[in-house]
């Protein structure tokens, strides 16, 4: 079992920044890929950045690229989403997962733990 805990969301402007952290406990955290995801109100779960275990390759949405960043501490068992020039379309809840498949996909289907996630607001 792994648990997953995010913190770092708030009420910010738009072309604000906001650093989300996922830390998680349980089993080794350098098996897992990590994700984050959205979702908004009305709308579906959304892929947004993911990270291989060792941070070897990374992987983004067009709707982030370039503006997002994921990176992992894995001597802290965090990973982190460093979120510039926010957009009131950014506005969701962001979620954590991890998966044991060891590469980058966007598939939530293929993560196996989530986090509860932490609310991001964006105002114009």
């Known amino acids: 079992q792994v648990q997953l805990v995010e913190s770092g969301g708030g009420l910010v402007q738009a072309g604000d920044s906001l650093r989300l952290s996922c830390v998680a406990s349980?089993?080794?955290?350098?098996?897992?890929?990590m994700g984050w995801f959205r979702q908004a109100p009305g709308k579906e779960r959304e892929f947004v950045a993911c990270?291989?275990?060792?941070?070897?390759?990374?992987y983004y949405s067009d709707s982030v690229k370039g503006r997002f960043t994921i990176s992992r501490d894995n001597a802290k068992n965090t990973v982190y989403l460093q979120m510039n020039s926010l957009k009131p379309e950014d506005t969701a809840v962001y979620s954590c997962?991890?998966?044991?498949?060891?590469?980058?996909?966007?598939?939530?289907?293929?993560?196996?733990?989530w986090g509860q996630g932490t609310q991001v607001t964006v105002s114009s």
């Open positions: 990270i291989t275990p060792r941070a070897t390759n990374a």
């Open positions: 349980g089993r080794t955290f350098t098996y897992y890929t």
């Open positions: 997962a991890a998966g044991q498949m060891g590469y980058i996909t966007s598939n939530y289907n293929s993560y196996d733990y």
